[in-house]
């Protein structure tokens, strides 16, 4: 791989690779706190909650990422404040980038845990709980390994989305070499200069790659556990 | 172990204001669908909870809304066999099971894995997945799911209702044993006569949310004019009988009761056992002379105590045989032009083969 690929390439595999990692696996507790308060809470502010959540999805990604450099950026009033109080900073980082990754693939991991919570028989839960199980303990034994397709099915989607990722990063966190462009900032840098086209297609080749392999795996892995689920 | 219930409760357009006590055994909530019974088993379970009202079990209040204690579900140990089972779909059997003993401290749990699937007859399915076992052999996992978390009660709402003929009489034994070998009180949910007749010790009537009778088994089942609808035809008393002996020659056996001595078809029982037996109402003729020359081998003499509602074709009769209660349904031209009136000596005659099928015999609740 590595004499097929360009060490620059290579680096924006790898960043992508771990961007998208990172960006999928902060989102999952919060991803999985928001499906299940829109999926079963009844509070005031839960439809603005809903909207704010599917915003990045219909908002113009360009938007977004500029709306992150308002409120995250170095002399933004939150990007300041993290900076100063915990020496957290977004801005031109490939952190910023897995920030943006992950606003933008939130939507699409909330709908894919909420439906599977929706879809969850609550006389389950009401039987576990009359066998002794406290409501903690019922989500655990019960409700965790029921929606459990579908937080897998969350997870890949929100990983492709966050891999795919390019309009809100490049805004937000800018196209660094090393720090910033991921995989498809690449592509579209090498789309720019002349003799690039060989080094595009070489990481859309990649970027196709793994994006079946992670389609593959999952169909693989959700096979796996609705067998086990026995559904 | 008592059980106090008494509740007020609305839900949606329904009320339902009820009360009953039981001093153990099994308790059976009888009435149609709508009728408040699960909606009251569902309070017990602390599935709900009514805006009114006080439940006790033993000497743990479990609702008092005056004092404002409500005990939620998972803290008062009732078992509940629902009627569509609710088995965990990702747990095999043997975890299914189990899982009641995760959450039991160990000074209370009682039950023993061996003895339960022994009494339940599963032991070849703890492997399984739910997905796999038939309707008959789900509702005896969930039978076994809730004894294993040692309950203090156990609730069954209709554990019967989505089983066919064949399965139902594969687990009505099991919950007879239940009854007798378990030691647990058990409230049961129903709304069909014959399981009321064969597993009842109490009967509570459920009509519209409220309580229209409720005492010992056989005083509320040689009641009149409590039965409706299809309900009516199965309706009949309840004897505590003695198999007093056989006639394999006949292939009859000889129950004997305070009201006198029975044929029934063969009962693989040894002479001595108790066995309760109901004759339903439409199957007892009634004569006011001594009958003879007649086919039907069971003659008991007795006295009219009450008769029914004489608004319709049929009418209940109730009579009383040496303190045996027993309900016969006659046509109302039958009630004007015998005549039968209260007082009147009467003999009741019931077919032996009004037995035939056996499921109206069973061990005394």
Redesign the interface.
Known sequence: MDAWLTPEEWTAVLLSLRVATVATLWSLPFGLLVAMLLARGRFPGRALLDTLVHLPLVLPPVVTGYLLLLTFGRRAPVGSFLAEQFGIVFAFRWTGAVLACAIMAFPLMVRAIRLSIEAVDRRLEQAAGTLGAHPAWVFLTVTLPLILPGIVAGMILSFAKALGEFGATITFVSNIPGETQTLPSAIYTLTQIPDGEAGAMRLVLVAVAISMAALIGSELLARRIQHRIGA | MSLEVRVRHRQGGFLLDAGFASAGGLTVLFGRSGSGKTTLANAI???NRPGEGVIRLGDTVLLDSVRNIFL?????????V?Q?A?L???LSVRHNLA??T???RHREAVAELDQVIDLLGIGHLLDR????LSGGERQRVAIG??LM?SPRLLLMDEPLASLDEARKTEILPFIERLRDEAGIPIVYVSHAVAEVARLATTVVVLADGQVVRSGPARQVMASLDIFQGQERAEAGALLDTELAGHEPAYALSVLQAPAGRLLVPLLDRPVGAPVRLRIRARDVTLAVRPPDGLSAQNILPGRITAIGRTDGPVVDVQLDCAGDLLIAQVTRRAIATLPLEVGRPVFAIVKSISFADGSDMGPPA
């Not at chain 2, 939620?72 to 509940?80: L, N, S, T």
């Open positions: 379970a602390g599935l939620p579900a998972h803290r008062r140990r009732i078992g509940y629902f569509d609710r965990f779909p990702h899982y009641g995760w959450f039991t997945r739910p997905s796999g799911r809730a978390a």
